[in-house]
C-alpha cells in the first residue's frame, strides 16, 4: 500500500526565480515547509495554535534535496508530503515537488522535523492530540 499523500498546489512566481528563469533553489524549502504547514493545518492543527496553546514548535533538524530539473515561471507545480516516520518527538518527511499533472520529480527531499518546548527549545513530545492525528492519517 501506498504512503498516504497530502499535496499543496503551487505556482512559480518572478520573485522564486534567480537571474537563469528558474526557481531559486532554496525557495524548493519554503515550498516543502508551506506543504507541512497546510498539512498540519488540514489535522485540526495551526502553528500559532500549537504554540500559543500547547507551548510547541516544530523544527527542522536536517534536510536531504536532489534536485532533478528546474522548475520556470509560471509552472504549475504540486508539492507533495507523506509521513516516512513518526515517533512522539520526531517525524521524518518524504517530500516531492513535480510540475502538476507529471510524475516526473523535479526535487526529492527528506525532511527530519523535531517538536520542541517553545520557551526552551528542548525536544518535547508531541501533544498526543497530535500524535493521534498523525496516526489516523498514516492508515488512510
Known sequence: MAEPCFVLPVRVYYEDTDAGGVVYYANYLKYLERARTEWLRTLGFEQRR?????????AVHRVELAFARPARL???????????????????????????GDAARLVDARVDVACLDAAHF???????????????????
Do not use: K
Request: with cysteine; glycine share 6%.
Open 122 to 140: 528542548r525536544p518535547r513530545r508531541m501533544p498526543r492530540g497530535i500524535q493521534e492525528a498523525i496516526g489516523q492519517w498514516m492508515s488512510i
Open 74 to 100: 509560471d509552472d504549475e507545480l504540486q508539492v507533495t508530503l507523506a509521513v516516512a516516520r513518526c515517533s512522539a518527538v520526531r517525524m521524518r518527511f518524504r517530500q516531492t515537488v513535480q510540475p502538476t
Open 50 to 58: 500549537l504554540l500559543e496553546d500547547h507551548g510547541v514548535v516544530f
